[in-house]
């Protein structure tokens, strides 16, 4: 389990953890309606660098916009928002590498199934950055349980009562001997993981369900695109049969929480020979040193 540092930012100012909190009685905690966004921040020396900020606060605007929180574009802007990651991590000092929360609540008390015009408050903590799921070779299983698809939940937006449907599937795949699952949508094509995007590699094409496929546009999902697309890595987005994993010649997940990460089965089948490929392995470094020290794309901010 990862630690929670003992600073938190709620509302408007820094407060101890345990003074964080909202009502029980708010749309947060009845209707799980709050969006979030996670990102890495890297601890080198007296520097602290945060990785594609300015994306990650514009995911929150978007999350906001498609569940409707309307009160968050009226409060909120970037030239609020960095100044408060800044603070928080003074705060904290953490002297190694950390991830970053940041959620909008609706606080409302008790407001019925309605958002627009409802009050918000905005929370941000750091813990640990550790990986939630294996780094040197995943174990996946196909859940029995549909991804939520956009028209239900809208995918785009990082809900947090929507990942009732992701502690399912993970849960089903830690119950039977697995990592993680492999959401499927309501065709039985391959959506995600619980909490992670997906790529296979054929024939040397990098390949990814395309944003239709009622997955999260994930930040670090277009940085692998990116970054292959610049080593000169066809790349395909479409939709994937599940069975195509099974044949496929690597797979790898990432994710802020689970890095890219190699698997090396799903379903009780070894990908190829059962180790990291070569271009998973290819982006993995490149994606590790972009978190760190991306200078050419402008991804790394520096707090401080």
Not at 3 to 9: A, E, K
Not at 87 to 98: F, G, Q, R, S
Not at 107 to 121: D, F, L, N, Q
């Amino acid at each position: 389990m990862a630690n929670p540092y003992p600073q938190v930012y709620f509302g408007d100012r820094i407060v101890d953890a345990g003074e964080a909190s909202v009502g029980v009685g708010s749309s947060a905690v009845l209707y799980g309606l709050s969006v979030y966004t996670v990102f890495p921040v890297h601890v080198d020396g007296s520097a602290r660098t945060a990785f594609r900020l300015d994306d990650h606060f514009r995911r929150l605007e978007e999350s906001c916009k498609i569940i409707g929180i309307d009160r968050f574009a009226a409060e909120w802007d970037f030239a609020r928002f960095r100044p408060a990651v800044i603070d928080l991590i003074a705060a904290n000092a953490p002297t190694e590498d950390v991830f970053v929360r940041a959620t909008v609540h609706v606080v409302e008390s008790i407001p019925g199934t309605r958002v627009r015009g409802c009050a918000i408050k905005v929370s941000i903590f750091v813990y640990d950055a550790m990986p939630i799921v294996p780094q040197d070779g995943m174990r996946l299983k196909s859940s029995p349980w549909r991804r939520i698809p956009d028209n239900a939940i809208p995918s785009r937006a990082k809900v947090n009562g929507a990942y009732v449907n992701s502690v399912l599937a993970k849960q089903d795949a830690i119950d039977s001997g697995y990592d993680d699952c492999v959401f499927l949508d309501g065709n039985g094509h391959v959506c995600e993981l619980s909490a992670a995007n997906i790529f296979l590699v054929r024939n040397g094409t990098l390949i990814t369900p395309d944003v239709s496929c009622d997955i999260l546009d994930g930040i670090n999902r277009r940085t692998i695109l990116t970054l292959a697309a610049e080593d000169g890595i066809p790349v395909v987005e479409r939709t994937i049969d599940l069975t195509e994993l099974y044949i496929a010649d690597e797979v790898f997940v990432t994710g802020t929480s689970s890095g890219t990460s190699p698997v090396t089965e799903v379903d009780g089948r070894l990908i190829a020979d059962g180790r990291p490929g070569p271009i998973s392995q290819t982006l993995r470094k490149r994606h590790t040193a972009a978190l760190r020290t991306d200078i050419h794309h402008g991804w790394v901010t520096r707090l401080f």
